[in-house]
């Protein structure tokens, strides 16, 4: 497909109002992903991919941190010792995401170049984890550095993220890292 046939695949409908992205790109032929504008701040992002499962497309799914999450855990079972490499590596990129302060930054750090370009030796290297769990090196590593800007950019001083890659690395108990990717922290339940 075509950027314009992209971006048209990867539109969609809310409360009657059709909603374009504004970034659409394929990784391994298997995802495509697309952000959007966001509705909390004028610089937020959402973010939406669709995967390829067997000769069809999935609907238009949002990805979850609990998603996100359960496959680093897949990975971390097959290869520890890499897989902590890797989050050492996303938790490097976390601490450099600066957020999104202009239309023009946006539009600059929303392509597959900047965004993928500085990551090329890590997609090489960590690849071979890719072959376990669901997502690719390369989805991972793209999907990662877009919640980041979308989180640092709504809250410059939100660490959930983070968070959630620092528990992952350490070994936390899977009942914290579930509460941390869900974000069902410190809320109460009545």
Known sequence: MNENDLREFMTFKKNGKKISPLFVS????????????????????????????GKKWSNIRTPKHIHWAVDILIKMHSDKEKTQQFLDFLIECWEKTKP?????????????????????????????????????????????????????????TAYMFKKLLEALKSGEDIFKIVSIASHTRGRKRY
């Open 100 to 156: 999104i302060r202009s239309h023009e930054e946006r539009k600059r750090i929303l392509s597959i170049e900047h965004l993928l370009e500085s990551s090329r030796q890590e997609i090489e290297e960590y690849e071979e984890l890719g072959k376990r769990g669901e997502y690719s090196i390369k989805f991972l590593i793209l999907l990662a550095k877009l919640l980041m800007l979308q989180e640092k950019t709504n809250l410059e």
């Open 26 to 53: 394929t990784i391994n032929d298997k995802f495509i992903v697309a952000v959007y504008q966001g509705t909390i701040s004028d610089y937020d992002i959402l973010i939406k991919y669709r995967q390829k499962e």
